[in-house]
Nanobody
Framework: QVQLVESGGGLVQAGGSLRLSCAAS????????MGWFRQALGKEREFVAA????????SYSDSVKGRFTISRENAKNTLYLQMNKLKPEDTAVYYC????????????????????WGQGTQVTVSS
């Protein structure tokens, strides 16, 4: 079992920055591929970014590529999402997710590929 707790959300003006964190507990963190997803009001949950267990491989949705950076510190069991140049359309609840991957350096972009989810943190970008 893996427990995930997000933090770092808040209210920011368009063009600003936020850094989300996801603290993980349970199994060895490095054996899990991790992802960030978001869900805006009335919309389906969507992929934002993913990272492999070692951090060597990353993937981003087209809507955030070049603005967001996913990273992880395995020694601290923590996942991050640095969000720059935020836009009002980035407003959503952001979730971190984990999927056991062993030593494979894979990234996963589909919601249904992840087994563990955090409770979410609200990000609101004002225009």
């Amino acid at each position: 079992q893996v427990q995930l707790v997000e933090s770092g959300g808040g209210l920011v003006q368009a063009g600003g920055s936020l850094r989300l964190s996801c603290a993980a507990s349970g199994r060895p963190f490095s054996l899990y591929a991790m992802g960030w997803f978001r869900q805006a009001l009335g919309k389906e949950r969507e992929f934002v970014a993913a990272i492999s267990g070692s951090g060597s491989t990353t993937s981003y949705s087209d809507s955030v590529k070049g603005r967001f950076t996913i990273s992880r510190e395995n020694a601290k069991n923590t996942l991050y999402l640095q969000m720059n140049k935020l836009k009002p359309e980035d407003t959503a609840v952001y979730y971190c997710a984990a999927r056991y991957s062993g030593f494979r350096q894979a990234v996963n972009e589909a919601v249904n590929e992840y087994n563990y989810w955090g409770q979410g943190t609200q990000v609101t970008v004002s225009s």
